[in-house]
């Protein structure tokens, strides 16, 4: 949690915003999550370019009520939510199918929802929580809208990374945190699955029009890591200070807005961001051989799941 906290005053010294005239009119967005903090704030702003925005929400209730939140701001607001569990690949592919029964076209897929630091839980289908929800999920349903969004090109897939990525390691052998489990080295764990996803999946859609990101939006202060306060004994004043240092929701949104709609980075793929400039992810994040290895174990994982 130190790494977290410095990372965090580093970047409140060094906070930019985003801002860019582009228009989404006539372009459709789907993202996972966004009932809540960046994910909301995110729809905010491409709701306000035009786009037409999908929400892939767990509880589609919170779903509407986030939907509303945008729609008070920007009346002409098009979102649809739909029910999307990613703990259960049975939800995933009921979803993909309804979705391509229903959008001709996805230009921007934006794999947003995560959990952060949970207890040991398990999904639906027997995976560790954080690696199923975080990456395995995402990754089973970019595959399943893959060949739509190759169609509606150009177009971008859009994961959401952390700073965590660089304290994880892919534990082929324990893959599901059986033998010790600690919450947070889990969480960077699926962090740094993503990069690696990011980066075999560029590799994969090499000339097709479909350019992928892998974002650090910053520590925001938003209810991701609301599972680590109660599971951790952190000093009080490292609480209080998340809302002194972190950024807030819109500011962390602005993130993902950047690797949606900025021209810069339109022939980038692959790569990771953050403040809005490609860096370096890092060492473990750039293996090629590593993300070939992932993406080969992903999918026997799923092929597993009948």
Not at 186 to 198: D, G, R
Request: proline share 2%; with cysteine; charged share 25%.
């Amino acid at each position: 949690m130190s790494v977290a906290f410095c990372y965090a005053t580093k970047d409140f010294w060094l906070r930019k915003h985003y801002h860019s005239n582009v228009k989404l009119c006539g372009k459709t967005v789907v993202i996972t999550g966004g009932n809540t903090g960046i994910g909301r704030e995110a729809i905010l702003d491409l709701a306000g370019r035009g786009a037409k925005v999908v929400m892939a929400c767990r509880d589609v209730e919170k779903g509407k009520r986030a939907a509303e939140y945008v729609r008070k701001q920007v009346q002409e607001a098009n979102i649809t939510v739909m029910k999307l569990d990613l703990t259960a690949f049975a939800s995933i592919r009921s979803f993909a199918e309804e979705l391509l029964a229903t959008q001709p076209h996805i230009h921007y897929l934006i794999n947003n929802a995560a959990v952060g630091a949970c207890p040991k839980w398990k999904t639906n289908d027997g995976f560790e929580m954080q690696f199923g929800v975080n990456y395995l999920g995402h990754f089973l349903l970019t595959n399943l809208l893959l060949e739509r969004i190759k169609a509606s090109a150009p177009a971008r897939i859009v994961n959401l990374g952390s700073i965590a990525h660089i304290l994880g390691k892919i534990h082929f052998e324990d893959i599901h945190y059986e033998r010790t489990y600690r919450s947070w080295q889990a969480y960077c764990h699926s962090k740094l699955a993503m990069v690696l996803f990011t980066r075999e999946l560029a590799k994969r859609l090499h000339g097709t029009g479909v350019t992928t990101y892998c974002v650090d939006p910053g520590p925001c202060h938003t209810e991701i890591f609301r599972y680590i306060f109660k599971t951790h004994c952190i000093d009080s004043f490292l609480i209080r200070a998340r809302s002194i240092f972190y950024k807030t929701a819109e500011h962390g949104a602005e993130a993902i807005v950047y690797c949606v709609v900025d021209p810069t980075i339109a022939s980038e793929s692959g790569y990771y961001y953050n403040n809005y400039k490609r860096v370096k992810a890092a060492k473990a994040g750039r293996k090629d051989e590593t993300a070939k290895r992932l993406w080969d174990l992903s999918e026997n994982l799923i092929s597993s799941v009948q």
